[in-house]
């Protein structure tokens, strides 16, 4: 099976949804997201229970498992330029099965697949991803799958859930009416399944802080 799952390094990732993957046991599973969280967090969970047979990301610099796995041969990881990864999941999403981009031509990105010149320039072609099930993480929804994001949270969580066969989305706030038509930034249609989070604490990836100045030295400045 080939999951898609939303999130930004810890951001906006379905961790509910992920630790029922977990659960459920399942393996040999194809993950698609722009990372693989961290050790012992977000998709990091399904590394360490064995889950996992082969990766599309595009970012694995967080997590040692994922390259502990990659290194030793256990894991297949095909590398995809960021923009190229979310240009895929939409792809797929609207009905496209493949599209042509500069990037990565000349590249080891580039190897195996068709190129074609468009006015001079060199290009690749990229299939769409549908993925067999979505998960996805929203801040607000809807009885109707209709969801809304928040902030950075947002990331690749509408790509995402517009790829899946069957798309299953977590909401921190689940609305007892339906959303404002004019505010919605994943429509129904592309969500079958609903569930309000059990556990809406959020992992920060990584703390980064300054030193509080001092209140005398910002007078003085």
Do not use: W
């Not at 799952?5 to 722009?34: E, M, Q, W, Y």
């Not at 399904?46 to 256990?74: D, H, I, M, R, W």
């Not at 995402?160 to 339906?178: D, I, Q, R």
């Amino acid at each position: 099976m080939t999951v898609v799952v939303g999130g930004f390094g810890l951001s906006g990732n379905p961790t509910n949804l992920i630790r029922a993957l977990r659960d459920s046991g399942a393996k040999n599973l194809t993950v698609v997201s722009n990372n693989m969280g961290v050790d012992g967090q977000g998709l990091g969970l399904l590394l360490e229970n064995q889950q996992v047979s082969k990766v599309l990301s595009s970012y694995v610099g967080e997590n040692k498992l994922f390259a502990e796995q990659y290194l030793n041969g256990t894991l297949d990881v095909e590398f995809v330029p960021q923009g190229t990864l979310a240009e895929r999941m939409r792809a797929g999403g609207v009905g496209v099965p493949a599209f042509y981009t500069a990037t990565g031509v000349g590249t080891p990105i580039a190897e195996g697949k068709p190129e074609a010149e468009f006015d001079g320039r060199r290009y690749i072609l990229e299939r769409g991803i549908v993925a067999d099930l979505a998960l996805v993480r929203a801040h607000t929804g809807d009885a109707e799958g209709n969801l809304r994001y928040r902030l950075t949270s947002r990331n690749f969580n509408p790509l995402a859930a517009m790829c899946g066969k069957v798309t299953l989305a977590e909401v921190e706030n689940l609305s007892e009416g339906f959303l404002d038509p004019e505010r919605i930034d994943t429509p129904g249609v592309f969500v079958q399944r609903v569930v309000q989070c059990e556990d809406q604490t959020k992992v920060i990836e990584q703390v980064t802080t300054r030193p509080r100045v001092a209140e005398s030295v910002m007078q003085e400045a």
